[in-house]
């Protein structure tokens, strides 16, 4: 690789595009399929359903405390295929590379997603790569798509959930979007709170087994979980109730909130799963979430009830209640 | 002082207050939550919820993004389409509507407008860029003004001039005296804005009680803060008495912060102010001395925006005098949602039109 | 308009600014509007200052003193908390 950077002439088809995917791209995910360089991968599924997810990922600053966007967008396309409960095979990469990006760069964010891949047991097997001039295109944007089988028998999806069922967090909110807002500019504040942006699949598998009768899980990333309930108590026609002093959060993440005047509730996260099963099911797949990697702070948040439908509340540690609305446009800092 | 923070949100405590309450509440009373950010923080909390069914909470006109006039907004945005200017603002003015546009959608087309959560950022980011003209939108009550005032301080010391200030800072208690005085409004008792009272202390508020014999008392924002303060009023009105009270101790001290109201006077003088949907209140706006007219940004440039329009059906006037409740607008929920706001209290991070529709199911 | 967060002063600087931590989290602020603001000391910051010193031992008594309110109708209770 002759250049420190990434030129137009990257992503024009000729060599020296095919030098920038061969030593750059190839050479870090070294997939066999990949490597073969066709304009398609040719792979065998196991037999049964498959999810098919895809998503893209353009998050500014592109590395932040605990991550970067390579790693989230390997991590939000593996969790979106477990939350069919489907174990994640394959995975696409689209890139769209602003022209004078510096290839070190270029090759940390590779080297993420080589790593998140490995961890999750999910393989790289075709990709593309476009450059775009200077000025467009803040750095690098990343489209991954995402294929698995689904488990046998199962069938899960978000107008599931029944009255009764109990609602499961595997862990802190607000992390990501805490840790990304914490770099930018003008607002800077000292904190330890690093992005949780992980590979849950292993989380969901642990939960399946445990608790068989799960309804559905839901990543609850951009709006936070408040999107995410809002969502599944819509779908399903139901309402969910959250109990505050359940839900778990670090000390800083509050602090920062705080300062900044912010919703933890309306806060992305990356690396945390919701999942809804019956209510007796709940024990066992806390243990479960418990158990696995990223699940340590896993806890009960809350339960699903009959009505209003689509309506989420919060119930405060008064015994008052109010509504966990679902986020609006951005949220900003405020001071009033 | 986390545990005390926690301590301010004891469920024991607020029941407690609770029932202190509701003995006192023996008639219907209405009292008045000024400041935008006690509407949140009772919304939040779901304090309405727990309140005895005699005490009424009104939100009043102390959210000073809600009262920011159409054409202070239509003013600032004007200022982002001169050439070299950089508009630095806190985050909460950028989704609120003037007459044609809002500062968010102005960023969205290519104007330079950047969020700050300081003014002294602003400063700062004036001394980074020499070649462009940092303005900073200066909006808020007497609890943000000292900050303002600090930032062009600053600014006068290390010699920048390329910063300069839009300033449309209102203060508070005349205002109240214009509520007190206004027909269509009728309210037993003020829940006065705890740091508003932090900068100022209860001193200036004690006009209400001599003169209008309505009774105030200066109240923080955490759950028993509110709660200690809707009881010290109720108990008031009980005892028919008409005091100025400060709830809020380790916020409040009899004397307010006299630093603070020194760099107020230092660098601002009292001057008409217009409050959106209210109208023009005499003496409540905050306007640089001629001493600092060097950053002063109205005088600075030499912008015409357009005639300023009111939105026709917008009743946010009304939601902050208190005479019309939020979902008693007819565009409320319908017309005016959170993805589509019409008025400034639904936009409004601590709008109270927005503090309903967010955490309550009235008007659904 | 009132966003007041209540945070210690770790560390005093140049200029009237220092280093203030929330439940964890650092950032600058300046004490110019609290003169009486050491390190150690709890202030309330809004927009990048602090605004007002919090006597620590003040506040905490004025949080029991919530505790030990009784009221009887007609009874002027100590209210002063």
């Known amino acids: 690789m002759r250049s420190d950077r990434v030129l137009l002439a990257h992503g024009s088809g000729g060599t020296m595009m095919r030098e920038l995917i061969e030593d750059v791209f190839v050479a870090r995910f070294n997939d066999e399929v990949l490597l073969r360089m066709d304009d398609a991968a040719a792979l065998t599924l196991p037999p049964g359903r498959i999810a098919f997810t895809t998503d893209t990922y353009v998050v500014t600053p592109r590395f932040f405390p605990g991550g970067d966007i390579g790693r989230l967008a390997v991590a939000g396309t593996v969790n979106d295929v477990a939350t069919s409960g489907a174990t994640p095979l394959y995975l696409s990469v689209g890139f769209v590379l602003e022209e004078g990006l510096m290839i070190e ?161 309306q806060v992305a996260n990356e690396g945390k799963m919701v999942a809804v099963v019956p209510g007796d099911e709940a024990s066992a797949a806390l243990e479960a979430m418990r158990g696995s990697r990223y699940g340590g702070d896993a806890a009960i948040v809350g339960e699903v009830a009959e009505g209003p439908a689509g309506r989420v509340n919060v119930r405060t540690s008064f015994g008052a209640r109010r509504i966990m609305d679902m986020l609006v446009g951005e949220q900003l800092p405020r001071i009033c | 002082m986390t545990d005390l923070q926690a301590a301010w949100r004891d469920p024991e405590l607020a029941k407690h207050l609770v029932d202190l309450i509701t003995q006192a509440a023996d008639r219907p009373i209405k009292l008045m939550e000024v400041c935008g950010t006690h509407t949140v923080a009772i919304a939040r909390f779901g304090l309405r919820d727990l309140m005895p069914p005699n005490i009424a909470l009104l939100s009043g006109p102390g959210c000073p993004v809600c009262v920011t006039a159409n054409r202070d907004i239509d003013l600032a945005i004007e200022l982002t389409h001169v050439d070299g200017v950089v508009l630095a603002t806190f985050g909460d003015m950028m989704k609120v509507p003037g007459s044609y546009s809002s500062l968010q959608r102005e960023k969205a087309d290519g104007r330079d407008v950047r969020i700050v959560y300081s003014p002294l950022d602003a400063v700062q980011l004036a001394a980074d860029l020499p070649d462009r003209q940092v303005v900073f939108l200066g909006v808020g009550f007497e609890t943000t003004a000292p900050a303002i005032a600090m930032a062009i301080l600053t600014a006068a010391q290390r010699g920048l001039d390329n910063f300069s200030v839009l300033s449309v800072h209102k203060t508070v208690p005349l205002a109240l005296e214009a509520l007190v005085n206004d027909p269509e409004v009728a309210i037993d008792g003020f829940i006065l804005p705890g740091h508003v009272s932090t900068i100022i202390g209860p001193e200036p508020y004690r006009f209400l009680a001599e003169r209008y014999h309505v009774p105030g008392v200066a109240t923080g924002f955490e759950p028993v803060d509110v709660l200690q303060g809707v009881w010290m009023l109720a108990k008031q009105l009980h005892e028919g008495r008409a005091e100025i009270e400060v709830a809020y101790r380790r916020g409040v001290s009899a004397d307010g912060n006299p ?65 019309t409740l939020p979902f008693e607008c007819k565009l409320f929920g319908r017309a005016c949602t959170p993805e589509h706001p019409i008025g400034p209290c639904m936009v409004s991070s601590e709008g109270s039109c927005a503090a309903y529709y967010r955490y309550t199911d009235y008007g659904r | 308009m009132c966003l007041a967060i209540p945070a210690r002063v770790v560390l005093m600087n140049e200029n009237q600014m220092a280093e203030v931590d929330i439940h964890g989290v650092t950032r600058t602020v300046s004490l110019s509007l609290t003169p009486d603001a050491e390190t150690g000391s709890w202030v309330l910051i809004h927009a990048g200052f602090a605004i007002q010193v919090v006597d620590e031992e003040f506040a905490k008594e004025s949080w029991e003193l919530i505790k030990q309110i009784e009221w009887v109708d007609g009874d002027p209770a100590e209210v002063s908390a």
């Open chain 2, 259 to 323: 630093t603070a109201r020194a760099r107020i006077a230092e660098v601002f003088e009292p001057s008409d102010a217009e409050w959106r949907g209210i109208g023009v209140i005499p003496g409540t706006g905050l306007a640089i001395r001629p001493e600092f007219a060097a950053w002063d940004a109205a005088l600075r440039f030499d912008v015409t925006p357009p005639p300023p329009k009111e939105i026709p059906g917008c009743q946010c006037g009304e939601v902050l005098r208190g005479v």
């Open chain 1, 105 to 265: 760069e270029l090759g940390r964010v590779l080297d993420s997603m080589a790593s998140v891949a490995k961890e999750a047991g999910v393989r790289i097997v075709t990709g593309d790569t476009k450059v775009v001039e200077r000025g467009h295109g803040d750095g690098v944007y990343i489209n991954t798509a995402g294929v698995g089988v689904i488990r046998e028998g199962l069938d899960l999806s978000s107008s599931h959930c029944r009255p009764g069922d109990a609602v499961l967090l595997s862990g802190t909110l607000g992390d990501h979007g805490i840790a990304v807002i914490s770099t930018r500019e003008g607002l800077t504040f000292g904190t330890d709170v690093v992005s949780d942006a992980a590979p849950l699949g292993g989380l969901v598998s642990a939960v399946l087994d445990a608790a068989p009768g799960a309804r559905c899980f839901r990543d609850p990333t951009r709006g936070g979980l408040a999107s995410c309930l809002n969502e599944l108590a819509s779908a399903s026609g139901v309402s969910i109730t959250v109990e505050e002093e359940s839900v778990p959060v670090r000390e800083q993440v509050r602090g920062a909130c705080e300062l900044l005047g912010y919703d933890v509730y």
